[in-house]
């Protein structure tokens, strides 16, 4: 906990230094308006003094005073809120690229910590959640004290008297601010963990809701949702009753200065005051608001800085970008495939659960045909996820034609793989932009050739737009069958030597499965293939056999088993 | 799986209507909701009080007027704790509303689920949940608390202001009249034209990093990583774009209603220091100045609120257009009838206008306690048999009966009672072992859990498991294999007493010597039940009263 504050410490004041120049630049506004506003004050003031005591040839000056700096506020808070904005923008985008580099840099292990929603919650909302810190937040943090006691001052030389009671009253605010400040952080911390827990908690029940609703569970989920969002709230009214009350202190000390001004101020007017001294306690009773002001806008954005240190736990939580050295040459013998070996490799996804691959090794020669057997759980898919490279070895290393692959950068070593699992995951878009996923600088021939091989063309007519049908969520329904076509097609677009087939037709019916193994056997041809498959029709795969069990290999037999 | 989910066209629903949809949601609420915004007047009028006292009490020492500061004290204490139970308040019963509209967009989005749900981008519906809700939050505390209270000070202030001078009062009460009701109007009708684009562009980063993270195996597999971080930062440069054009708005409309604030100011002003107008007395124009200052300034940021109401009329349009997706099968209220036979009568069925029917004509009974296979390949319609049984879909012609009983006659919720069922889509939560079980329920104890475990042949697995039963499983399942997930899925089925079982698939994912020990076991736990079992193959340990075939929408053979 102590260790977390101190890294949210500190990367919320690198965040403040990598946008200093653009929050200056708001910051210097904000005190030529504040300056304005002393302006406007003073010339307000003067108009009244001059009106109470009836010298009458300096109204019409005082008065177009008032006005001009009027205008010209409007026109500096103008300014000054889009260039806010811009810096907000700014902000976010240099952020979002960051928390993208450091998910792409750990990669699909990722999944195993992390529900794909709550990262994806971090990438989008958190960062969003960020604009009020950097638009709002930064540059009233750094103006409000001089813009406060800039005022302070400036009454202080008119109106010593005043200038004193509204100097102590603004030297209350650091002090309710520093109590109420730290009860505040605290219990904003706990919300956002009940925030984040009713977004992942939501969709999750949403992606199920068929389940919950055909096994008669919607009420009680509903209660269970309906009591997770009144802890929401609970939790949320704990932060802002501390909140307020702190703006409330606000209200306190400025109701305070208002009021002692007035009392003390209207005493020195007994009599037939002069002008300027009419002008002076005038001056100190506008002022007030003003001295506040900024405080107040400070107090406005308390929120956004809240969203910044959850942000940075969230961001904490994610791997630290690590630089991968690249030792291997990039240019790739494609043709005939590489050959694998696995020396004595283990593997555990955590210390608690205990090893799920012990001690495996084979050595599987170019172009060779590896089929994985084993009861479900054996470790077949582990494994698979150890030979993409998606995890490491605990012990022991994984060979591609002889270069180990932790020597690999994530590139090369998906320069040298495909790989087609149980359900591909299809991408909102065009069935084109699917596949060219696997390689998007493929030429149009390249592109209908992988079509054409994978037989994606063979159901193409159906679609409406054909190639520019959109699929994947929200578009237009694909069968296992069709979808699974269209990760061959990317398979074939890819040209890998190495081919890591998942269980690729258990989705399938038998029909389907023969129909799509026909494509896979021919996307075999020239490459190592490691496959992995419950199904009887998929074993006539003619290759080579390695049976796990339990995470042990248990047999590794030849060509002709 | 395969069976294509119907695109429910609904008309598109005004933004008035919505949005009267969402209060109609809040009526419980009311009586908080109009006490806020009490609160919020008399906090106004209090700060109001406090300024105009304290300029016509300085005003007054300067011409003489005896010291009178009762009322400056009374409401300068005042304006503090109305202020501070204001704010306490008005959002107590926003999230109060918040949470009421959060359980009855779920409750309206459970009524349609089976049916139009599955369609839906669920990174668009947490969009629409999280967001939309979150957005309305804003309908409330910064559109109609201080709308109203807008509303209710201007008579106040026109009465002070007109004390300074008939004319001059007037034309100020117009000025915030513009202030506070026409400029939001244009707000309005401004972010109406770019609320939408706000909301989408959101909605469709959202969609990007959903598929980034989701498929992050396949990124980092075909080294298209960049790819799929392209579509993130170019869909972000486009939000962005959207965001910025909102907020030049917002910043010019800000500045032009500081310009017409400035002006109420200065026409108050003048009538203070008689120019243009005729000079108010002292005291009184100074206190309505002070007022003026206040009170304009105050209602200035209502600018603000009626740009941000485009953007709350769409969240709660398109948070009434989900939630008002129809039910697809209408809810009866018959009691339960004492058979069990399920059967179904000349049923024809189809899931859109557009597609060719998956069913025509279909004739089927299966008798309490019968065991029967429905074979076929996939796309044959074999789940949407479940779906009409279950009445997340219901039938063009024909009816299904339960123990004689038309199924739509029935509640909904006593007919699931007597099916359970396991599909291809069984869903596993982001919850313990237990969790998944219950699916909420309290009132089964463990050693029932242990013995559905033993029957679905997972019960070793889950001994081994470091919390056993309290193990968390992970986001689908993430930390089982797909064959584990099934068997709890199944263990789930195993668990309720419905008299009816509806197995769709339940072997897929398991290896030939699984899958056969489990059929196997399956033929005992499911004793003295009926037994739908929908499969593309059989592996013949299956004990079976009858075997149907479907095919072209129609059960070519029975046998058995």
Redesign the interface.
């Known amino acids: 906990m102590k260790a977390d504050k101190t890294i949210a410490k500190a990367w919320v004041k690198a965040q403040g230094r990598a946008s200093r120049s653009r929050t200056s630049v708001v910051v210097v506004l904000g005190l030529l308006s504040t300056l304005l506003g002393l302006l406007q004050a003073w010339a307000?003031a003067r108009?009244?003094a001059?009106?109470?005591?009836r010298d009458?040839d300096s109204?019409?000056p005082a008065?177009g005073v008032?006005?001009l700096a009027?205008?010209l506020?409007?026109?500096l808070?103008?300014i000054q809120?889009?260039t806010a904005?811009?810096a907000g923008?700014h902000a976010?985008?240099r952020l979002?690229?960051e928390v993208?580099d450091r998910?792409?840099g750990e990669?699909?292990a990722?999944?195993?910590r992390h529900?794909?929603?709550a990262?994806?919650a971090t990438?989008?909302?958190r960062i969003?959640a960020l604009d009020g810190y950097f638009a709002r937040w930064l540059p009233a943090a750094s103006l409000w004290l001089v813009s406060q006691w800039l005022v302070v001052i400036a009454l202080y030389v008119e109106n010593h008297q005043a200038g004193l009671i509204l100097a102590a009253c603004c030297a209350m605010l650091p002090i309710f601010q520093a109590v109420f400040g730290i009860a505040t952080a605290v219990a904003s911390r706990k919300q956002f963990l009940a925030m984040n827990r009713?977004?992942?908690?939501?969709?999750?029940?949403?992606?199920?809701?068929?389940?919950?609703?055909?096994?008669?569970?919607?009420?009680?989920?509903?209660?269970?949702?309906?009591k997770s969002?009144?802890d929401?709230?609970q939790r949320?009214?704990k932060v802002?009753?501390i909140a307020?009350?702190a703006?409330?202190t606000t209200?306190?000390a400025m109701?305070?200065a208002?009021?002692l001004i007035?009392?003390t101020?209207?005493?020195t007017?007994?009599?037939?005051?002069s002008d300027a001294v009419?002008t002076r306690?005038?001056y100190a009773?506008l002022l007030v608001?003003e001295a506040f002001a900024s405080f107040r806008a400070l107090s406005a954005a308390y929120q956004d800085r809240a969203h910044a240190t959850a942000a940075a736990e969230a961001m904490h939580e994610l791997a630290p970008l690590t630089e991968r050295t690249a030792a291997g040459p990039d240019v790739l013998q494609t043709k005939g495939g590489i050959s694998v070996t696995a020396e004595n490799v283990s593997f555990a996804w955590d210390e608690?659960?205990g090893t799920v691959i012990h001690d495996v090794s084979f050595v599987l020669p170019a172009g060779a045909t590896l089929i994985l057997e084993?009861?479900?759980?054996a470790g077949k898919?582990t494994l698979l996820e150890l030979l993409?490279?998606?995890v490491s070895p605990s012990q022991g290393r994984i060979l591609f034609d002889g270069q180990d692959m932790q020597s690999l950068s994530?590139?090369q070593i998906?320069?040298r793989?495909?790989?087609i699992?149980?359900k591909?995951?299809l991408?909102?878009g065009t069935i084109r932009e699917n596949i060219l996923?696997?390689r998007?600088d493929a030429s149009a021939e390249d592109l209908d050739r992988a079509v054409s091989a994978a037989a994606v063309d063979q159901y193409l007519s159906s679609l409406p737009d054909g190639l520019e049908t959109r699929i994947?969520?929200?578009g237009f329904?694909l069968?296992?069958?069709q979808a699974q076509r269209i990760a061959i097609a990317?398979a074939y677009l890819?040209d890998a030597p190495l081919l890591?087939l998942d269980?690729p037709t258990?989705?399938?019916?038998?029909?389907?499965e023969a129909e799509i193994l026909v494509s896979l056997k021919d996307l075999a041809k020239g490459r190592t293939v490691i496959l992995c498959s419950?199904s009887?029709q998929a074993r006539q795969f003619q290759g080579w056999h390695l049976v796990l069990d339990a995470g042990r290999a248990i047999a590794f037999t030849g060509e002709a088993a | 799986m395969s069976a294509p989910l119907p695109t429910n066209p609904v008309a598109e629903t005004g933004s008035e209507t919505a949005l009267s949809r969402i209060l109609q949601v809040w009526r419980p609420q009311y009586t908080r909701l109009i006490t806020g915004m009490v609160i919020a007047e008399l906090a106004v009028c209090a700060g109001l009080a406090l300024m105009g006292q304290a300029g016509g009490r300085i005003a007054g020492a300067a011409v003489g007027a005896g010291p009178a500061y009762l009322l400056l004290r009374l409401s300068g204490v005042s304006q503090i704790v109305l202020r501070y139970f204001e704010r306490l308040y008005t959002h107590d019963a926003m999230f109060r509303a918040l949470a009421d509209l959060r359980v009855w967009f779920y409750r309206k989005l459970a009524g349609g689920a089976a049916a139009g749900l599955g369609f839906q981008r669920s990174g668009d519906l947490l969009t629409r949940l999280v967001s939309d809700v979150q957005t309305l939050d804003n309908l409330y505390l910064r559109i109609l608390v201080p709308l109203v209270s807008a509303l209710l000070t201007l008579p106040i202030a026109t009465l002070v202001w007109m004390r300074a001078g008939t004319e001059a009062g007037l034309l100020t009460g117009a000025l915030f009249a513009v202030l506070a009701f026409i400029l939001p109007l244009m707000g309005a009708r401004l972010s109406r034209r770019f609320g939408p684009d706000i909301l989408r562009a959101e909605s469709e980063l959202r969609i990007a990093a959903l598929d980034l993270t989701s498929g992050l195996r396949e990124a980092r597999a075909f080294g298209a990583e960049d790819v799929l971080a392209a579509a993130v930062t170019d869909r972000q440069e486009t939000l962005f774009k959207a965001q910025r054009r909102q907020q030049t708005r917002m910043a010019l409309m800000q500045g032009f209603a500081g310009l017409i604030a400035k002006a109420g100011i200065a026409v108050i002003l003048c009538a203070v220091a008689g120019l243009l107008f005729p000079q108010a007395p002292a005291i009184a124009g100074i206190t309505a100045l002070f007022v003026a200052i206040t009170v304009l300034e105050g209602v200035t940021g209502l600018a603000r609120a009626g740009l941000l109401s485009g953007q709350v009329s769409h969240a709660a349009q398109r948070i009434v257009e989900i939630a008002d997706r129809a039910p697809p099968a209408p809810e009866g209220n018959a009691p339960l009838p004492a058979g069990r036979d399920l059967r179904l009568e000349n049923v024809t069925f189809r899931w859109t206008p557009d597609r060719d029917p998956i069913f025509r004509d279909l004739n089927l009974t299966l008798r309490q306690g019968e065991r029967a296979a429905l074979i076929g390949p996939s796309g044959a319609g074999k789940s949407s048999l479940a779906a009409l049984i279950l009445k997340a879909a219901s039938p063009e012609q024909g009816r299904i009966l339960l123990g004689g009983t038309d199924i739509t006659t029935l509640r909904d919720s006593d007919l699931r009672s007597q099916i359970a069922w396991l599909s291809q889509a069984s869903h596993l939560f982001d919850d313990t072992v237990r969790g998944n079980l219950l699916l909420g329920r309290t009132d089964i104890p463990d050693t029932a859990l242990w013995a559905a475990l033993d029957q679905a042949r997972i019960a070793d697995v889950v001994r081994n498991l470091p919390d056993g039963l309290d193990t968390w499983i992970g986001e689908g399942g993430s930390k089982l294999s797909g064959g584990q997930g099934r068997r709890i899925a199944l263990a789930r089925v195993l668990l309720s007493d419905a008299p009816i079982l509806v197995l769709d698939e339940p072997a897929t994912g398991l290896d030939a010597e699984t899958e056969r020990a489990f059929l196997e076991t399956l033929n005992n736990a499911t004793e003295g039940r009926s037994v739908l079992l929908i499969a593309h193959r059989l592996t013949g340990v299956e004990k079976l009263d009858r075997i149907w075939r479907l095919e072209d929408g129609q059960v070519i053979s029975s046998a058995c």
């Not at chain 1, 001059?50 to 005591?53: A, F, H, R, W």
């Not at chain 1, 009713?198 to 269970?224: C, H, M, N, P, Y």
């Not at chain 1, 258990?506 to 389907?512: M, R």
């Open positions: 307000l108009t009244l001059s009106v109470l005591t009458t109204t019409g008065i008032f006005l009027c205008v506020r409007v026109i808070s103008t809120d889009m904005a811009s923008i976010r985008r979002r690229r993208l998910i792409i990669g699909p990722l999944l195993r529900h794909s929603a990262i994806a990438l989008v909302d969003e009713l977004q992942t908690r939501f969709l999750d029940r949403v992606k199920g809701i068929a389940t919950i609703v055909l096994s008669g569970g919607t009420d009680r989920e509903t209660q269970a949702l309906a969002a009144d929401l709230r949320t009214m802002l009753r307020f009350l703006s409330a209200d306190v109701v305070a208002l009021v007035v009392v101020q209207a005493h007017l007994m009599g037939h005051p009419l306690a005038l009773v608001p608690q659960r084993g009861a479900s759980g898919s993409l490279g998606f994530p590139r998906s320069s793989i495909s790989w699992g149980q591909p995951v991408f909102a996923f696997a998007p994947g969520e929200g329904g069968s296992g069958g990317r890819k890591l269980e258990s989705h399938l019916d038998p029909k389907t419950h009887a």
